[in-house]
């Protein structure tokens, strides 16, 4: 396979990929919400490296205002 | 607000139909951004300003309200905000109470009610030509020196008709803070709050108003036409069917130039790329799939423009009357009717304005039939289908195309009734509930204004191409091309499409439609992208010639197809945030699922006896 060839499919993936997220991220805000915090959790646990705890901090969902003050979950509808 | 420098935070607020949105469009032009309000879905607008001192200015369009005792969501959202209590919005600096000079014996009461708060305020009169024109004398010194409050006239579609409240706008700050001023009579004994800011209206009324007749001599002309319970209803569905005919008759060259805009574009990206899976996913996927959708942007524009100018014209509050003792029979109020005309737009805001309606059993009705309303995603689809099906001629004066458009928003508007008569009869319930509503005074729609909101329209309906409707295309063309070098029947979303077909082929679907109907629950207007994409990819694989996608339809689908798949749009829910929705507003799965179940049910169900009948009428 050349190397154009292969930089159309690199190209292709990402697409895919971001095409992915935004389905998830417009569709379903809920569970991707939910599913951030379950893979920010485990990295953001004491003891871990830097970078894997500054990674759970780029992957958690910012805190939303739901003007409950209760931490914004979303899902008390 | 001490710095002159320093950017100023101003609210306008008063009671819908006072001309506030037209006052924010002539301060702000089309330096505004539309949201909404975290958490809900209220429209929030928000536009910048300099004054003539050379003042920053941030101007909020607040939702309208008739009292600070809010009753729906947008009342409970600008009460709160003028507060200072709602979430991550700060209080405004200055308050702009905007009032229509033609009917302060309304409006004033608001004022009233704002001026309580003791928060710093410019009472707007607005409409003050309209008013001269009535013969109505306001005294603007004695109304300011009563209220305690600075008031200044405005005429929101004039040019300089904001010059004495910008002038106020550079004087934010300056003034102390107004003082909260009690009305006389509350506190006493009996006496309601209610009857003392009514007292307190007469008075002001009474002293600084001056009016020939409470209504104006053409309204009451127009609407003993108008508001007939035949002829009223007669010019409402001749109204109606025009703006239809208008939607067909003017939207065709434009139409056609984005679709040779589309077709160039699409011929020159594969004529630069070489060949492969980049040059397929753009060329096939995504300007084959976003140029379907697009294509249909003039078509929304016209239906828009035409809405608009209703809307502006104080004639869709008296469609609501119209048609109140219709929905009332059908076990619908009157209430329903705002929630219903906002689901023409999209379900998911009409859905979340029937918590205007207190009855519960109305509002469950309202929100279960709302998905009904033909809102504008269904447009694109039903515009590729007629313009496939349905050949472009007249009948007698009108254009079939428009004929058929417009039987199909009536065939949605019947179906909602009927379902809501079927529930009403299920529940064996005979209660009905009275409609209390405000005929603003007709006005002239003003051109500035239709053209900013069908502005918002536009950039509403891209932003949905350039967001969801290009992330599914994308996902639909990577199916239809993995594994690579089948044919597209043995790629995934063949495979899947010919699982579906099984259940589909009694309404005549075949596995390309079918495999289109599932991006469609993101997004209806997917649909026509979807579409797209299959054929576009199906061709590049036969190396056959590229044609529009109504061709490409018309040639492969029969007329008994499409009429299948109209029906079928009219019914199913294909849209997750509509189902989403109705959980949140019903909290109840069960309710949920009822609405889902009868919604397919009926798509189903329509769709195959429609099917049927043009068959046997020899058009399969």
Redesign the interface.
């Known amino acids: 396979m050349s190397a154009g060839l292969l930089l159309q499919y690199a190209v292709v993936a990402l697409a895919a990929a971001a095409s992915v997220l935004v389905v998830l991220h417009k569709r379903f805000p809920n569970t991707t919400r939910r599913l951030r915090v379950a893979l920010a959790l485990p990295l953001l646990r004491a003891g871990r490296p830097g970078w894997m705890r500054a990674l759970g901090r780029w992957l958690a969902p910012a805190p939303t205002t739901t003007g409950k003050d209760c931490g914004g979950c979303d899902s008390c509808g | 607000m001490n710095a002159a420098s320093e950017l100023a935070r101003v609210a306008l607020v008063g009671n819908p139909n006072c001309g506030k949105t037209a006052l924010f469009n002539l301060l702000t032009g089309s330096r505004q951004k539309v949201a909404n309000y ?2 809900v879905t209220v429209e929030r607008k928000e536009g910048r300003l300099r004054t003539p001192g050379g003042r920053p200015v941030a101007v909020l369009d607040l939702p309208g309200a008739y009292s600070l005792n809010a009753a729906s969501l947008d009342e409970a959202v600008t009460r709160d905000l003028i507060r200072g209590f ?3 919005e700060p209080a405004p600096d200055l308050l702009v109470c905007v009032v229509d000079a033609t009917n302060l014996r309304l409006h004033l009461r608001f004022v009233l009610e704002v001026r309580g708060l003791g928060r710093p305020m410019v009472v707007a009169l607005n409409m003050m030509d309209a008013a001269r024109r009535r013969g109505i004398e306001i005294d603007v010194d004695t109304l300011a020196r009563e209220l305690g409050v600075p008031v200044v006239e405005t005429v929101a579609v004039r040019r300089d008709g904001a010059r004495d409240l910008l002038a106020q706008l550079d004087a934010i700050g300056d003034a102390a803070q107004q003082p909260r001023q009690a009305l006389p009579g509350t506190g006493d004994p009996g006496v309601e709050p209610g009857a003392a800011l009514h007292a307190e209206t007469r008075r002001l009324l009474a002293l600084a108003v001056a009016m020939p007749r409470r209504t104006a001599a053409v309204d009451d002309a127009l609407d003993r036409w108008l508001l007939h319970p035949v002829f009223g209803l007669l010019a409402l569905a001749l109204v109606m069917f025009l703006v239809f005919q208008a939607v067909y008759a003017w939207a065709t060259p434009l139409m056609d130039a984005i679709e040779a805009a589309t077709g160039w574009l699409g011929a020159t990206v594969g004529a630069t790329l ?1 060949a ?4 397929g ?1 753009l060329v096939d996927g995504v300007i084959a799939g976003l140029g379907g959708v697009v294509v249909f942007l003039p078509q929304i524009l016209i239906l828009f423009a035409f809405i608009l100018a209703l809307e502006e014209s104080g004639y869709l509050p008296r469609a609501a009357f119209l048609l109140d003792r219709g929905m009332a029979a059908a076990g619908l109020s009157g209430r329903s009717f705002i929630p219903l005309l906002s689901s023409f737009a999209c379900a998911v805001p009409g859905i979340m304005s029937t918590r205007s309606i207190q009855d519960p059993r109305d509002r469950l009705a309202t929100i279960l039939v709302a998905p009904l309303m033909t809102c504008s995603a269904r447009l694109p689809v039903y515009a590729l289908l007629i313009g496939a099906f349905i050949p472009q001629r007249a009948v007698g004066w009108f254009n079939l195309q428009g004929l058929v458009l417009f039987s199909l928003y009536v065939a949605a508007i019947l179906s909602a009734l009927a379902v809501a008569w079927v529930m009403k009869r299920w529940r064996r319930d005979r209660g009905e509930h009275p409609l209390l509503l405000e005929l603003p005074s007709y006005r002239l729609p003003h051109l500035r204004d239709v053209a900013i909101g069908l502005w918002e329209r536009a950039l509403i309906f891209l932003k949905r191409v350039g ?2 409707i ?3 295309t ?2 639909l063309w ?1 199916l239809l091309n993995v594994p690579a070098g089948v044919g597209i029947e043995d790629t995934l979303a063949g495979r899947i499409g010919r699982a579906l077909a099984v259940l589909f082929e009694p309404l005549g679907f075949d596995w390309r439609i079918s495999i289109a109907l599932i991006p469609t629950m ?1 997004a209806r207007e997917v649909m026509v992208s979807s579409l797209a994409t299959v054929y576009a990819v199906a061709a590049a694989n036969d190396d056959a010639a590229s044609d529009v996608l109504r061709g490409m339809i018309a040639q492969d689908w029969s007329v008994a197809t499409g009429i299948a798949l109209l029906a079928w749009f009219i019914y199913a829910p294909q849209c ?2 509509t189902l989403a929705t109705i ?2 507003e019903t ?1 109840s799965w069960k309710q949920t699922a009822f609405a889902t179940g009868y919604l397919f049910g009926l798509a189903y169900l329509v769709a195959f006896v429609a099917y049927r009948i043009a068959l046997a009428m020899g058009l399969g």
Do not use: E, K, Q, T
């Not at chain 2, 492969?276 to 040059?279: Q, S």
């Open positions: 975290a958490g709602y979430p991550g070489p492969g899976p980049l040059r996913l967001g969801i290009l992330a599914l994308i996902l990577v993101a997750i945030s959980r949140r909290h």
